[in-house]
């Protein structure tokens, strides 16, 4: 501890003003700050304060994203090898899952880095932990056959256009990850959506393969006619309710198991750093709107006004898009009321999209970035009706 | 009291019955108010019930500074010599306003500070101290006398100030009549004396001082913020006991809870020790300076309530025990109202307290990944939410600052429901009326949004800057 102490103690001189990395300062003080909680004091009442700061806010989310994170190496890897007749044992799945995830996770946290470190030394205010949870959420969200470049433009939209421009962490309207994820989405769709992006085949030489197209369930369900039930069609395809439970099938990285999303969330409302409010309202916001469309379902409908509400939890990117992004604080509303009203409405939407839009694969991304342009609006209107109760004192 | 005296108890008479009904009204006109937002600090270092006689200082010191708004105009010079009770300066806003010496000797030193601000004025004690005499007040008096002769002693006697007007906490204009005085018997802000302690054979002080206030104006409420070990020997005089975290028992948060119309928020507000003062003004004639205070806090060498009086150097209460260390934090004060002193500092007008904090200005490793089962925290994110016990806090930051992220956390601590992360935005943006609605000025200043907020922002602060801007636009 001495001797790293004593390394940036050295080191601090060629930082600081006049010193040749000056411009580098930001860096150099995530780097210290990292090591050491800084030695600073309170100056006037308050005297002590919290043991809590934003490090350990934001640090809280990469550690339930680490679950998400593990398994998805092991199913990007697990599907690539099962669709390239390759061996299935643990060592060799995940070592291909490495190999996919990898590359992507670091790209995504260079790109972000350099974006971040640029505008905090342009600005010359220090760099703010919300980027290492946007680092990560953000390649989690992609399919494994990503190409790096996408993950770079992507990242770089994600942190420059989503939240630098609004003037950093606590001050973006959009959730920097999705917005990064919904540029990628609309600007190459052949990589992001479709059935071949989902599992990265290797072609092996003795037995040259065409490559495997692997639907997910939300895409095969897109194909079921009026008075079909999805239910039945998705078994046909192997897809059982427990399996896409569990997650083992092609998809984002990080977002195919709901079962560790839900753990993840349930997490992240112990430690305090998701709201409650979000999580259960968004998961009532499915089931209700689901259920309530189950009541419209005839003859004529599409086959996904009779789906069971259930699925619509553990298909697709929902229970993803519910605990790891609409519980980001900043670009969700403030008052305890509104959260309900925001995780309500983007379950609601979230089957909306997913139902009455066929052209959109996923509806949580947009309802998540829609609702994010409401939060101001529905706190504006939630403040409007607390204060009118208060006995004005001017 | 026990319910079951509303049916009578079968071995008494009926008199006796009626009795203990009367008496039990009486009690039930004694309003619970419940604070469901706040929070009590499980801090370490609390002073024990023992009360010592602190020995007699051989210097005390006024500090004009540290009295809020006043702006004062000496009245005195170095090497002058004054009685208790002697005149030492006045404010320029409202000349009647005096405060007057704590202590009989000479002016030793009077020190200035940047653009020339009067930080203290020192005076080295006679042997023999003598008091200025003041006119005085029997029980009689007291029902006879005329409002505004009643004003003028207490502005004559240098106790005016002790009173303290809401919103913004300046001394109350002596020309108004307000529609309530509060007076607060204790604070949840580690660490004050207990009311028990300093009322101790003072009871009759205390009834003198309600009678006082009840001249001044109709209303009188008196509170204490946790009633056990009181409510019995207040007998009646108590009209509301609040129950619930931190800061309950503020004079401004009973307040926020008890008012029905907008006239009601300019009430006075005193403190039982500085009410106290008071009667003891009126009742002996002379000028008080009687202080209980607690010595307190982790760094401090003996932990315990202290009888001393007004002005005593900081130092000279901590006995033989001193210890000029570095490390250590002199608060004048409550953890969070009070100032920063050093250990040759004195204790001003209003303290009642003082703590001595490590001041934690170490660096620490890889501090934001640790367990935690010892830091303490008002969220769930350490182990110590599992762990029970007072904890030692110290005066870091435990972070860095950081713009707001919207958690929340400060409206969950907020007793006067204001929104501080809404109205810290509305402040920055410079959207005065804005905040005025939010409550900005129901804030009491208990700096409980300062200590949760994860980005380290001094939220308190802000809203106390914006409500003296605003104090000064319509003054």
């Given amino acids: 501890m001495k001797f790293i102490q004593k390394l940036f103690d050295n080191s601090r001189r060629h930082f600081e003003e006049g010193g040749r990395f000056s411009f580098l300062f930001p860096f150099f003080d995530a780097t210290e700050t990292f090591f050491f909680i800084p030695g600073h004091v ?14 350990r806010y934001m640090s809280f989310v990469l550690v339930a994203l680490l679950p998400p994170l593990v398994f998805g190496i092991y199913n990007a890897g697990y599907q690539s090898n099962l669709f390239s007749g390759r061996q299935l044992d643990v060592i060799s799945v995940f070592l291909r899952g490495l190999g996919l995830v990898l590359p992507i996770v670091l790209v995504s946290y260079a790109v972000g880095f350099f974006w971040e470190t640029t505008f905090a030394s342009i600005r010359k205010h220090p760099i703010s932990e919300g980027f290492l949870v946007t680092g990560l959420l953000f390649p989690l969200t992609l399919p494994p056959t990503t190409p790096l470049w996408q993950v770079a433009v992507g990242i770089s939209f994600g942190v420059v256009i989503g939240k630098e421009i609004f003037g950093g962490t606590g001050r973006n309207i959009l959730n920097p990850a999705l917005t990064g994820r919904a540029f990628l989405f609309f600007a190459y769709p052949g990589s992001m959506s479709g059935d071949p992006v989902w599992v990265a085949v290797r072609q092996i030489k003795e037995t040259a393969v065409d490559a495997v197209s692997m639907a997910t369930p939300l895409a095969l369900s897109k194909l079921a006619a009026p008075g079909d039930a999805i239910e039945a069609l998705l078994s046909q395809s192997n897809y059982s309710f427990m399996k896409m439970l569990l997650g083992m099938y092609p998809g984002s990285i990080g977002a195919t198991s709901a079962l560790l999303c839900l753990i993840g969330a349930v997490f992240l409302i112990l430690v305090g750093v998701a709201s409650y409010r979000i999580v259960v309202g968004g998961v009532a916001g499915i089931l209700v709107t689901a259920l309530f469309l189950n009541l419209l379902a005839g003859e004529s409908t599409s086959a996904w006004f009779s789906l069971n509400p259930m699925y619509h939890l ?15 604080p900043v670009s969700a509303p403030g008052m305890q009321a509104s959260r309900w009203i925001y995780g309500f409405a983007i379950g609601a939407l979230t089957i909306l999209i997913r139902v009455f839009n066929p052209a959109f694969p996923e509806g949580v991304m947009l309802a998540i970035l829609f609702m994010n342009l409401f939060s101001a609006l529905i706190d504006y209107f939630v403040i409007r009706v607390r204060l009118k109760k208060r006995i004005l004192n001017v | 009291m026990d ?16 009795r203990c009904l009367r008496e039990q009204l009486f009690y039930e006109q004694m309003k619970s108010i419940r604070i469901k937002k706040g929070y009590d600090l499980p801090i370490a270092g609390a002073p024990t019930v023992d009360l010592a006689q602190a020995k007699r200082p051989d210097r005390v010191a006024s500090l004009p500074k540290r009295i ?17 009770g002697s005149v030492l300066f006045e404010d320029k806003r409202n000349p009647d306003v005096k405060f007057l010496s704590p202590g009989g000797g000479t002016i030793e030193k009077i020190h200035f500070g940047k653009r020339r601000v009067i930080e203290q004025i020192v005076i080295d004690l006679h042997d023999e101290e003598k008091w200025e005499g003041l006119a005085d007040f029997s029980d009689d008096d007291l029902e006879r006398v005329q409002r505004q002769d009643l004003v003028n002693t207490l ?16 001394y109350p204009d002596p020309g108004t009549i307000p529609p309530s005085i509060i007076v607060t018997l204790d604070s949840r802000e580690p660490f004050h004396p207990r009311p028990d302690i300093y009322l ?10 309600i009678q006082v206030l009840k001249k001044l104006t109709h209303t009188v409420h008196l509170t204490v913020s ?11 005089l108590l009209t509301h006991v609040m129950t619930g975290p931190y800061p309950a028992g503020e004079a401004g948060v009973l307040l926020y809870h008890i008012k029905r119309q907008p006239d009601e928020n300019r009430a006075w507000t005193i403190s039982g020790q500085n009410l106290l003062l008071l009667a003891d003004l009126l009742k002996n004639g002379r000028y008080p300076i009687d202080r209980t205070i607690v010595v307190a806090g982790m760094h401090a060498p003996i932990r315990q309530h202290l009888r001393t009086r007004m002005g005593v150097p900081l130092g000279h209460l901590l006995g033989d025990g001193v210890r000029k260390s570095g490390g250590s934090r002199f608060v004048n004060g409550g953890i969070f109202s009070g100032y920063r002193s050093q250990q040759d500092d004195y204790l001003g007008f209003f303290e009642t307290a003082l703590l001595i904090l490590a001041e934690g200005d170490e660096k620490e490793m890889f501090g934001f990944a640790r367990p935690g089962f010892q830091k303490p925290s008002h969220s769930r994110a350490f182990l110590s939410a599992l762990n029970p016990s007072p904890l030692s806090m110290d005066c870091g930051m435990h972070g860095e600052l950081r713009a707001c992220i919207n958690c929340g956390y400060c409206a969950d601590v907020c007793a006067v429901d204001i929104l501080p992360q809404f109205t810290l935005k509305s402040i920055l943006a410079g959207e005065v009326e804005e905040a005025l609605a939010h409550g900005l000025l129901d804030c009491v200043s208990c700096g409980l949004c300062t200590y949760v907020c994860p980005s380290k922002i001094d939220i308190c602060a802000h809203l106390k800057m914006a409500r003296e801007d605003y104090y000064k636009e319509i003054a």
């Fill in chain 1, 42 to 55: 309170t100056q006037e009442d308050a005297h002590v304060r919290d043991s809590l700061d934003v490090k």
């Fill in chain 1, 314 to 328: 553990v298909m697709g990117g929902s229970a993803f898009g519910i605990a790891y992004m609409a519980t980001d």
């Fill in chain 2, 3 to 18: 319910p079951i005296l509303r049916h009578g108890i079968s071995g008494l008479s009926d008199k006796e019955n009626r």
């Fill in chain 2, 68 to 84: 809020p708004f006043v702006k004062p105009r000496l009245l005195v010079k170095e090497g002058a010599s004054v009685n208790i």
């Fill in chain 2, 155 to 170: 502005l004559k006697g240098g106790c005016w100030a002790l009173f303290r007007a809401l919103p913004f906490n300046d």
């Fill in chain 2, 200 to 209: 101790d054979k003072r009871m009759d002080l205390l009834q003198f001082g």
């Fill in chain 2, 226 to 236: 946790d009633g056990q070990a009181l409510t019995g020997s207040l007998n009646g």
